[in-house]
Nanobody, 124 residues
Framework: QVQLVESGGGLVQAGVSLRLSCVAS????????MGWFRQAPGKEREFVAG????????YYADSVKGRFTISRDNAKNTLYLQMSSLKPEDTAHYYC?????????????????WGQGTQVTVSS
């Protein structure tokens, strides 16, 4: 079992930056590729970004490419999502997820464990 706890969300104005964190426990963090997903009210959960076990490969949704950066610190068992130039359409509940067998790609079906999420609200 892997436990994931997200933090760092909040209410911010458009254009600012925010950094989300996800702390993992229960199994060696380096065993898992990781991903960030988000879900807005009335919409399906969507992939935001993913990262391989070592951090050497990263993947992004087109909607966030160039604005968001995913990273990890395996020594601290922590995943990050640095979000810049936030837009109102980035408003959603953000989840981190752990992928034991893959590379951190975009299919939510690949992920084995999920956190409870943290809310990000961007006002215009």
């Amino acid at each position: 079992q892997v436990q994931l706890v997200e933090s760092g969300g909040g209410l911010v104005q458009a254009g600012v930056s925010l950094r989300l964190s996800c702390v993992a426990s229960g199994r060696p963090f380096s065993w898992y590729a990781m991903g960030w997903f988000r879900q807005a009210p009335g919409k399906e959960r969507e992939f935001v970004a993913g990262i391989s076990r070592s951090g050497g490969r990263t993947y992004y949704a087109d909607s966030v490419k160039g604005r968001f950066t995913i990273s990890r610190d395996n020594a601290k068992n922590t995943l990050y999502l640095q979000m810049s130039s936030l837009k109102p359409e980035d408003t959603a509940h953000y989840y981190c997820a752990a992928d034991r067998g893959g590379e951190g790609r975009q299919s939510s079906l690949d992920y084995d464990y999920w956190g409870q999420g943290t809310q990000v609200t961007v006002s215009s």
